[in-house]
């Protein structure tokens, strides 16, 4: 979002003249007057305080990027200071800051500043009117990020959508108050009318208590979002209906992310499928319920997917992962704990997809070592493969090539840990290379063969 002016000596060190960029640290005072860019991302030791912060950016007139992340107790007041100082300020990051409120965001709603970018995610104490400002007063903005926000509802978000014309990318993921109110109708304003129409002569259905927010009419839009590219609703609680609406108002999404959405059938990646060319990453992670018929029918209409996540889709088989194979630009794809995958899915892989740079098998417990060892030998370009609780990469002489697991595992994950990147991957083929010719040598001699765990070549 910006460019760095920061000009450095040989030992890494920056000319103080030349300083618009601050890291982790607060600016000193002769920084105070240049500096436009204040980044505090990681809890400083000791922590850079709530007050501190404001008082240096009393004198910061310049900013134009401040990400305050690192600064886990600010405050409103925090906010409102900066909203009156800094004039020129685009961009903003609040990630995680949960004692800011409605006052503090208010305020900068309300100083019409130049904002393009405005990171939201976990300011627990926001609510719909803060949003809902910012939708109808910045007119710029490009990126905003509303994750994880308890208390966000459909009034708001369907704000943004009538006002913030400009998005790019809108993130909305975890907001368990969200429904398919909250976002644009498939329907057009003339059939929507004639439906009304249509739905008043029919019997009327027994009372039924609602909320007020099933009583919120459709969202219909006179004007699309041409700009939108990025979309994320992780877990939101939405149905076909309002993919379907997304779509129709949001033709060229690259990026959609829907993983949790676990109400979605395969009616939503018919709507999806409209999408096209444009499409490029689709997460589908726990939306068990679609098939392989939806599969087939998203990856030969969408055929720029270079990243698909469809893991834990119970219903999945071998039949979706041919399809993937088949994407020429296929760069990652995640396929855990999809149960029917067989060894015929990863020999499909690795003859056709050949961009194939990361991918995710964990808990696929049909697989087998040789299918993996292919895979490798054939898509040498791969950085990363995970195959955690695969039966198979438990044997002896697997292990010492996987990469370490966190420390917070206790000994069952530790055991089923198998991760494998970069140059211990290629150990790895090596390995199952020289297994497969100590196999060959023994049939070839008529001696009984034993997997063992070194790399030499001897039978015995």
């Known amino acids: ?169 809108l993130r909305l993921a975890r907001c368990p108050l969200l429904t398919d109110k909250s976002f644009p109708s498939a329907l057009e304003p003339s059939l929507l009318e004639v439906k009304e129409k249509e739905n008043g002569h029919d019997k009327p259905l027994p009372p039924r208590p609602v909320t007020w927010i099933d009583r919120l009419p459709p969202l219909v839009l006179r004007h699309s979002a041409e700009n939108l590219r990025v979309l994320d609703l992780t877990s939101c609680g939405i149905t076909d209906d309002a993919i379907e609406g997304i779509v129709a108002h949001a033709p060229k999404i690259q990026s959609l992310i829907l993983s949790g959405c676990t109400m979605l059938t395969n009616r939503a990646l018919e709507s999806i499928s409209k999408l096209g060319e444009h499409l490029d990453v689709l997460m589908l992670a726990h939306v068990s319920s679609i098939t392989d018929a939806a599969v087939v029918k998203v990856t030969r209409a969408c055929g720029n997917l270079r990243c698909v996540d469809v893991s834990f889709c119970r219903n999945l088989t ?50 087998s070592l040789d299918a993996i060892h292919e895979l490798l030998r054939s898509r040498r370009g791969l950085q990363l493969l995970t195959a955690t609780g695969i039966p198979a990469c438990r044997r002896e002489g697997v292990e010492r090539f996987s990469e370490s697991p966190p420390p917070t595992y206790d000994d069952v994950q530790r055991a089923a840990f198998r991760v494998f990147s970069g140059d211990k991957m290629a150990a790895l083929r090596r390995f199952l290379d020289k297994e497969e010719q100590r196999r060959r040598d023994a049939e070839t001699r008529n001696i009984p063969f034993k997997a063992r765990s070194d790399d030499r070549l001897d039978l015995y």
């Open 1 to 169: 979002m910006y460019t760095e002016h920061l000009h450095t000596t040989d030992d890494g060190s920056s000319f103080h003249e030349d300083t618009t960029k601050v890291v982790n640290r607060l600016p000193t005072k002769e920084e105070y007057r240049r500096v436009k860019h204040l980044v505090l991302q990681k809890p400083n030791e000791p922590p850079i305080k709530d007050d501190q912060l404001a008082k240096s950016l009393r004198t910061c007139p310049l900013l134009e990027t401040v990400v305050l992340s690192g600064v886990p107790d600010l405050t409103d007041r925090t906010m409102v200071l900066l909203a009156r100082k800094a004039i020129n300020l685009r961009n903003v990051d609040l990630s995680g800051c949960d004692q800011v409120t409605d006052v503090g965001i208010l305020e900068l709603a309300a100083k019409s500043l130049p904002l393009q970018s405005l990171q939201l995610s976990g300011v627990t104490g926001m609510t719909d009117p803060s949003v809902s400002a910012i939708a109808k007063t910045c007119s710029r903005l490009v990126e905003l990020d509303l994750c994880n926000l308890p208390l966000l509802t459909p009034v708001a978000v369907r704000d943004v959508w009538s006002f913030s014309r400009k998005l790019r990318t």
């Open 318 to 367: 071998d039949m979706s992962v041919f399809e993937f194979a088949s994407l020429k630009g296929l760069r990652r794809l995640s396929l855990v704990r999809i149960q029917k995958l067989t060894d015929i899915a990863i020999f499909a892989l690795a003859e056709d997809a050949i961009c194939l740079e990361r991918l995710h098998l964990s808990y696929c417990d049909r697989l």
